[in-house]
């Protein structure tokens, strides 16, 4: 099974400013990771996909790079809107298909 | 628009069977994979399952392998997870995700629509 770890756990960041957020994979998974947003009370929606092409009706601010094992997804300046969780997810070699742990990017 | 809705939750007893329903709309049913992916409270996603568009092949994680069903009716626009031998663990709110394809890496495997989630709550 691949495991995918994310950190930092918690990003604290003020409105406007840019966001980093990493993604480790345990091996290689080529370009197939994707990104999701999480907020509360509210079902995952997906941002990016094959690391790098953002998803129908995504804002630009949001971009995604890396490939083999690490990834980054850059918001680059954070709406209040953006304040949520964000999973990472591989879809290189499955089952099972696997997610990181989360980050939770919060009000600075 | 996509729209993706579940039912059939609730609070079950440990050893209990429940069966989650997803009514799609506003796609072609029968072109897309689908899955199920479980969040536990306060926690990580998770995924359960998957099938393929004419329900032929299905894939389970090692944790409901043998104890869940995945099934749809492309007739009714719907997918099923038949649950039982339910355990403690498996509380979690349940989505259905409609399956989403990478036509230049000519891959799948990601989320591409989600449902609003469903609750299970398996405790005595």
């Known amino acids: 099974e691949i495991v995918m770890t994310q950190s930092p756990a918690t990003l604290s960041v003020s409105p406007g400013e840019r966001a980093t957020l990493s993604c480790r994979a345990s091996q290689s998974v080529s370009s197939n990771v994707a990104w999701y947003q999480q907020k509360p009370g509210q079902a995952p929606r997906l941002l990016i996909y094959?690391?790098?092409t953002r998803a129908t009706g995504i804002p630009a601010r949001f971009s995604g790079s890396g490939s083999g094992t690490e990834f980054t997804l850059t918001i680059s300046s954070l709406q209040s809107e953006d304040f949520a969780v964000y999973y990472c997810?591989?879809?290189?070699?499955?089952?099972?298909?696997?997610f990181g742990g989360g980050t939770k990017v919060e009000i600075k | 628009e996509v729209q993706l809705v579940e039912s059939g939750g609730g609070l079950v007893q440990p050893g209990g069977s429940l069966r989650l329903s997803c009514a799609a709309s506003?796609?072609?049913?029968?072109?897309?994979?689908m899955h199920w992916v479980r969040q536990a409270p306060g926690k990580g996603l998770v995924w359960v399952s998957r099938?393929?568009?004419?329900?032929?092949?299905?894939t389970y994680a090692d944790s409901v392998k043998g104890r869940f069903t995945i099934s749809r009716d492309n007739a009714k626009n719907t997918l099923y997870l038949q649950m039982s031998s339910l355990r403690a663990e498996d509380t979690a709110v349940y989505y259905c995700?409609?399956?989403?394809?990478?036509?230049?890496?000519?891959?799948?495997?990601?989320?591409?629509?989600w449902g609003q989630g469903i609750l299970v709550t398996v405790s005595s």
């Open positions: 099938i393929n568009s004419d329900g032929s092949s299905t």
């Open positions: 094959g690391a790098s």
């Open positions: 997810q591989q879809y290189n070699n499955w089952p099972p298909l696997t």
């Open positions: 995700a409609r399956g989403g394809y990478d036509f230049l890496a000519r891959i799948g495997g990601f989320f591409d629509d």
């Open positions: 506003g796609f072609t049913f029968s072109s897309y994979w």
